[in-house]
T-cell receptor, first 112, second 111 residues
Framework: KNQVEQSPQSLIILEGKNCTLQ??????????LRWYKQDTGRGPVSLTI???SENTKSNGRYTATLDADTKQSSLHITASQLSDSASYIC???????????WGAGTKLIIKP | NAGVTQTPKFRVLKTGQSMTLLCAQD?????MYWYRQDPGMGLRLIHY???????AKGEVPDGYNVSRLKKQNFLLGLESAAPSQTSVYFC??????????FGPGTRLTVT
């Protein structure tokens, strides 16, 4: 069964600190892996999309890694800001946009 | 550009009532999608469309119908609402089978 599991479920860190969120997947076939940021009461917004051949991709203070051999991905946030408080969702595509497997997300809270 | 908009933002229905959720996009995207998001779960695809006049079932289509009469609009209908359909509904669009752009969501409560 295709699955995407994220850890931790929730995380609280102080402003300015770094953090890393984890994503493990069992999806076949694999097309690409995406990370989304979802603010409370808003729709998800894409942070990165990585294909099989990419193992690191950055978007500002966000850096995603992908290990296709172990089927793991991580999202590293550097120098966190209060605006980083959100849910971060890992999504794996098994081909097209109607074959997406969504994780339940990690809820990140940044405290001043 | 407004991007993807959804109407209404909130709605409360009684069991058995019907309603239509409207999604509109001004980016000329071919693909449109309807998802539901429930606490502790990932988004689940209800229906999707790969172009004007076409629709297809997603992972959880039962109890919902859709129509895509115009390229920019994608309607989601509930013919007889049930409490199990209490959820947050998101519409998305994409230019191809790649990056998706999401609307702000509709929070629906069925009592």
């Amino acid at each position: 069964k295709n699955q995407v599991e994220q850890s931790p479920q929730s995380l609280i860190i102080l402003e300015g600190k770094n953090c890393t969120l984890q994503c493990n997947y069992t999806v076949s076939p694999f097309s690409n892996l995406r990370w989304y940021k979802q603010d409370t009461g808003r729709g998800p917004v894409s942070l990165t999309i990585m294909t099989f051949s990419e193992n690191t991709k950055s978007n500002g203070r966000y850096t995603a890694t992908l290990d296709a051999d172990t089927k793991q991905s991580s999202l590293h946030i550097t120098a966190s800001q209060l605006s980083d408080s959100a849910s971060y969702i890992c999504v794996v595509s098994a081909g097209s946009n109607y074959q997406l497997i969504w994780g339940a997300g990690t809820k990140l809270i940044i405290k001043p | 550009n407004a991007g993807v908009t959804q109407t209404p933002k909130f709605r409360v229905l009684k069991t058995g009532q019907s309603m239509t959720l409207l999604c509109a996009q001004d980016m000329n995207h071919e693909y449109m999608y309807w998802y539901r998001q429930d606490p502790g779960m990932g988004l689940r695809l209800i229906h999707y469309s790969v172009g004007e006049g076409t629709t297809a079932k997603g992972e959880v289509p039962d109890g919902y119908n859709v129509s895509r009469l115009k390229k920019q609009n994608f309607l989601l209908g509930l013919e007889s609402a049930a409490p199990s359909q209490t959820s947050v509904y998101f519409c998305a669009s994409s230019p191809s089978s790649y990056e998706q752009y999401f609307g702000p969501g509709t929070r629906l409560t069925v009592t």
